[in-house]
């Protein structure tokens, strides 16, 4: 018995912040294709109207907003735009994060700040404002929020990336126990190295090692880099109905680079036989 509504998103207005590249582009492009009204939010404005324009093109309900969420009215005013738009609020992923790379002896107040507002205080600012409209609507929601590795190993040479993003997750489980009661269900989702458009950049310049010192330093079980897609299909289940039960918990999405052994480990042909 077949159900194109199993999601559970046909109809629901969403809202995905940081939604013109990347995982927030594939992650906009999952929502309408599960049959949502999709607010893209970026900082890049016409990053934002390519992706609505292509949602569109599609035959989706979508429109293009524009803020600065790590300034708090920008936010609430990002949130606000959204939930007018399509006259209610179902749905928030947030997207939005990035890493400034220095040794903790070298970083300066600065840019240990920029990190937790980029990572960590526009996460308040933006999830706040959309519990408010949910709480108005009196009818719930779901949120997904993007953490990191970051925050569960040690983050050598980006400090204060980890730290937000260890601090995120912490503030998305306090989330989901204050406003559980309102119906409002709060998760994140915790990725590795993703090949972003940002990331594969980097690479090209120099910045990130070659796939085949990538996969033998972090050990990948899966055998391949993760994609933006990977990670939009973690966050939208979280916003699910397939989730329904779920709230204030953090997915790992690693490829499978925990559950790897810490060393080297022989292959069986490698073995001596008895």
């Known amino acids: 018995m077949a159900d194109a509504n199993i999601l559970g998103l046909e109809g629901k207005a969403a809202l995905v912040v940081g939604g013109g590249s990347g995982i927030g582009r594939a992650t906009c492009l999952l929502l309408a294709r599960a049959g949502a009204k999709v607010a893209v939010g970026d900082l890049d404005p016409a990053a934002a109207k390519q992706v609505a324009a292509e949602l569109e093109t599609a035959g989706a309900s979508a429109c ?15 949130v606000d735009a959204a939930a007018e738009h399509h006259g209610r609020l179902d749905v928030l992923i947030n997207i939005v994060g990035m890493a400034g790379w220095v040794k903790l002896l070298d970083v300066d107040d600065a840019a240990w700040q920029l990190d937790l507002q980029r990572n960590l205080n526009q996460h308040l600012y933006v999830g706040r404002a959309a519990a408010r409209r949910m709480i108005e609507q009196g009818s719930g929601g779901a949120m997904s929020l993007v953490a990191s590795v970051s925050g569960i190993y040690g983050a050598a040479n980006h400090g204060a990336y980890g730290a937000a993003k260890a601090g995120l997750m912490a503030l998305g489980r306090t989330m989901a126990v204050e406003w559980g009661e309102y119906g409002i269900r709060v ?7 993703i090949d972003t458009p940002r990331v594969v950049a980097a690479r090209e310049r120099g910045g990130v090692p070659d796939p085949p010192d990538f996969m033998r330093q972090n050990r990948l079980a899966v055998g391949r880099r993760g994609v933006p897609e990977d990670i939009a299909g973690a966050l939208v289940y979280l916003v699910s109905d397939l989730s329904s039960f779920m709230t204030g918990q953090t997915l790992v999405v690693d490829g499978g680079r925990r559950v790897q052994p810490s060393v080297d480990v022989p292959s069986m042909e490698a073995l001596p036989s008895r």
């Open 64 to 78: 293009a907003l524009t803020g600065d969420v790590t300034l708090e009215r920008s936010a609430i005013g990002l």
């Open 187 to 193: 998760n994140s989702v915790a990725p590795d190295m």
